[in-house]
């Protein structure tokens, strides 16, 4: 059964703290992507990558950074954390190529900053 | 920047109801996908649509490209259905991610 696995469940930091939340795929895809999804609000795009070592900024990528070093991982890293990046992160993957359209999401990391 | 409008908002129903959930979207795209969210937050997807119509077990989801819209109908629904139902449009071809609707949450009462 193919996965997107993210690393925590439930996470809690403290204001200031360097947060790294990690995503691996297993199903060789080219294409990941992080969102967060808040009340009222729904999922947005914070980063996305297309290969190793590249990546994108979505509608909202103010306050992170991430990583590709491998094709099967993808880390969001937040440098500074802050009460305002209390949300849940879910992770992606899709396939490459123009007519690759399926998506897998992983079972999101519920985060709460202190 | 395409625009994903959901409705209803919040839908309660009578076990063994027929449920549909629209979705418009503003912007030509290449896909629309539904997906299903049950509390406890890991999302699952329910069907990925260019064209047509497409049928599995219980769920059916259709789309009209030239009127941007999409329904997703549930045909004998039961309190095991209940979750929020997300749309989400995806752009031409490339790797950008979606964009989402804010969803629909489905209350199924026994």
């Known amino acids: 059964d193919v996965k997107v696995t993210q690393s925590s469940r439930y996470l809690v930091k403290r204001t200031g703290e360097k947060v790294f939340l990690e995503c691996v795929q297993d199903?060789?895809?080219?294409?990941m992507f992080w969102y967060r999804q808040d009340p009222g609000l729904g999922l947005r795009l914070i980063y996305f990558s297309y290969d190793v070592k590249m990546k994108e900024k979505g509608d909202i990528p103010e306050g992170y950074s991430v990583s590709r070093e491998k094709k099967e991982r993808f880390s969001l890293i937040l440098e500074s954390a802050s009460t305002n990046q209390t949300s849940m992160y879910l992770c992606?993957?899709?396939?490459?190529?123009?007519?690759?359209?399926?998506?897998?999401f992983g079972s999101g990391t519920r985060l709460t900053v202190v | 920047k395409n625009e994903v409008e959901q409705s209803p908002q919040n839908l309660t129903a009578q076990e063994g109801e027929f449920i549909t959930i629209n979705c418009s979207y503003s912007?030509?795209?290449?896909?629309l996908h539904w997906l299903q969210q049950h509390p406890g937050g890991g999302i699952v997807s329910l069907f990925m649509?260019?064209?047509g119509k497409k049928k599995h077990g219980r769920l059916i989801a259709t789309i009209n490209i030239q009127e941007k819209h999409s329904s997703l109908h549930i045909t004998a629904s039961h309190p095991r259905d209940s979750a929020v139902y997300i749309c989400a449009v995806r752009p031409g071809g490339g790797a950008d991610g979606l964009t989402f609707g804010k969803g629909t949450h489905l209350i199924i009462q026994p």
């Open positions: 649509l260019s064209s």
């Open positions: 199903m060789d895809h080219e294409n």
């Open positions: 912007v030509g795209i290449s896909a």
């Open positions: 992606a993957s899709s396939p490459g190529g123009v007519k690759s359209y399926g998506y897998t």
